[in-house]
């Protein structure tokens, strides 16, 4: 399924294991075929590079899928399921403030560093 933007795009994810053969070809055929209506993604549950006989077996219909995911970065950001917090509903409502505020803190620190790079 796909998300309508406010600028009219939809954007479409294409997910799976590796993120290296299957959604990459995805993400490479709608962004080729799909014109300027979409906003193509590919992501992985335990992303690898691009396989090399993906990209060839693309390349052979002129579908270059080779720089695809060199720009992504990886990175975890571990918190803990506030949905498994008990006791009284102020006490599990305190827990996910936690992890909320913790969410928060790592947007900001993320946001920052992002705009660092893209100044520099």
């Not at 933007?5 to 070809?25: E, H, I, K, P």
């Not at 509903?89 to 909320?100: I, K, S």
């Amino acid at each position: 399924m796909a998300e309508v933007t406010a600028s009219g795009l939809s954007r479409v994810l294409f997910l799976c294991t590796r993120n290296s053969s299957r959604s990459q070809m995805a993400e490479g055929f709608l962004r080729a075929r799909g014109g300027n209506r979409y906003e193509a993604f590919s992501a992985g549950t335990h992303p690898r590079p691009v396989h090399p006989l993906a990209i060839k077996a693309m390349t052979e219909l002129g579908i270059d899928i080779g720089e695809q995911a060199g720009h992504r970065a990886k990175a975890h950001w571990g918190f803990p399921d506030p949905s498994k917090a008990s006791g009284s509903e102020e006490e599990q409502l305190a827990v996910f403030r936690q992890v909320r505020d913790a969410i928060a803190t790592r947007i900001e620190i993320f946001i920052r560093q992002d705009q660092e790079e893209s100044t520099e």
